[in-house]
């Protein structure tokens, strides 16, 4: 069984700050590995889709990379802004599932304070 | 492009009645979601639909849980009757079976069972 795991669970920093969040999967057997956003009381918003192919997805600040061998994958944010806060979610489709079943991580909390 | 839609967006009920929830997906759309997200976690998935079918409801408690996505648009999703532990966000979420399947979101319903 899938199991997603993300460390560390909250995380504060100041603005300006690069940070790393992390995620690791039990099975390397996946379609691909997504980033969501949730932002208090509203839904998720997708950051970044890197199929299992690839090595890594960059988007503005954001950079995300994956390991697939070793069950990992990594959302680097740089010169992070208040803006940034919410909370940050990465999910895996495993192929035993299907490509549209995703299994989510707890998420990670971030709070960048000016 | 109108994103997915849900209503309402709170929800308060006591133990034991029944409430329902409402989803709209994002035109063109044919696989839909329900998920469930507890405090702290990930959302879990509950149901999927393939147009109007169900093709994996493995995760929705059958007991008290029922959804229907009738000419395979919108979707309902009924709790009855409702239990403490039904306290949750619940997610709608749809895709368009291309684009390696990336998810879109709604805002969710925040259900408290009192």
């Known amino acids: 069984k899938q199991e997603v795991t993300q460390i560390p669970a909250a995380l504060s920093v100041p603005e300006g700050e690069n940070l790393v969040l992390n995620c690791s999967f039990t099975?390397?057997?996946?379609?691909?590995l997504q980033w969501f956003r949730q932002d208090p009381g509203k839904g998720l918003t997708s950051l970044l889709l890197?199929?299992?192919?690839?090595r890594e997805q960059t988007s503005g600040r954001l950079n995300a990379s994956l390991d697939k061998s070793s069950g990992r994958s990594t959302l680097y944010i740089a010169a992070s802004q208040p803006g940034d806060s919410a909370t940050y979610l990465c999910?895996?489709?495993?192929?035993?599932?299907?490509?549209?079943?995703?299994?989510f991580g707890a998420g990670t909390r971030l709070a960048v304070h000016p | 492009e109108a994103g997915v839609v849900q209503s309402p967006r709170y929800k308060i009920i006591e133990k034991k009645q029944p409430v329902a929830f409402w989803c709209n997906p994002i035109?063109?759309?044919?696989?839909l979601y329900w998920y469930l997200q507890n405090l702290g976690q990930g959302p879990e998935l509950l149901i999927r639909?393939?147009?109007?079918?169900?093709?994996?409801d493995s995760q929705l408690p059958k007991d008290r849980f029922s959804a229907e996505r009738l000419k395979g648009v919108d979707s309902t999703l009924k709790i009855q009757p409702a239990e403490l532990g039904d306290s949750a966000v619940y997610l709608c979420?749809?895709?368009?079976?291309?684009?390696?399947?990336?998810?879109?979101f709604g805002p969710g319903t925040r259900l408290t069972v009192t």
């Open positions: 979420a749809s895709s368009s079976g291309t684009g390696a399947g990336e998810q879109y």
């Open positions: 099975d390397s057997a996946i379609y691909n």
């Open positions: 890197i199929q299992s192919s690839q």
């Open positions: 999910a895996v489709p495993p192929i035993s599932g299907g490509y549209n079943k995703l299994i």
């Open positions: 035109s063109g759309h044919n696989t």
């Open positions: 639909y393939e147009n109007e079918e169900a093709v994996d």
